[in-house]
């Protein structure tokens, strides 16, 4: 029998996840953020080793006001934090922006 492959999508399928494994149901990966409830006894193990588990994080503006200044120090404090934990395309991943809101490639199409 095989487990299944299950994706939460907020932190109430978290709450579900950590349940399923407090009661024997298998091991998952839970973020550090993600609230785990004290009745839940799991233990949480860094993982350690190559590669190790990363997640991509995608800020989304409307399309003009990326220049808005709330807005461009937000998106500059978000590339100062991802340039501090020396994530892989600090800074670099803005490629879309100023596209136009056509898309990425500014044609409608992504890479």
């Known amino acids: 029998m095989s ?3 299950l994706s939460p999508r907020s932190n109430g ?3 579900a996840i950590s349940g399923l494994v407090a009661h024997g149901f298998g091991v998952c990966l839970i973020p550090r953020l993600a609230p785990v409830p004290p009745e839940h006894r799991v233990v949480r193990v860094r993982l350690t080793g190559s590669p190790v ?4 994080l995608i800020a989304c503006v409307r399309r003009g006001s990326a220049d808005q200044p709330l807005i461009a120090r937000g998106l500059a404090a978000l590339d ?7 994530a892989v395309g600090a800074g670099g991943e803005r ?12 044609d409608g199409t992504y890479p």
């Open 13 to 15: 399928e978290w709450l």
């Open 80 to 86: 100062a934090a991802a340039a501090a934990l020396g």
């Open 95 to 106: 490629a879309h922006r100023g596209a136009g809101g056509e898309g990425g490639n500014g």
């Open 53 to 56: 588990p990363s997640r991509r």
């Open 3 to 5: 487990m299944p492959q």
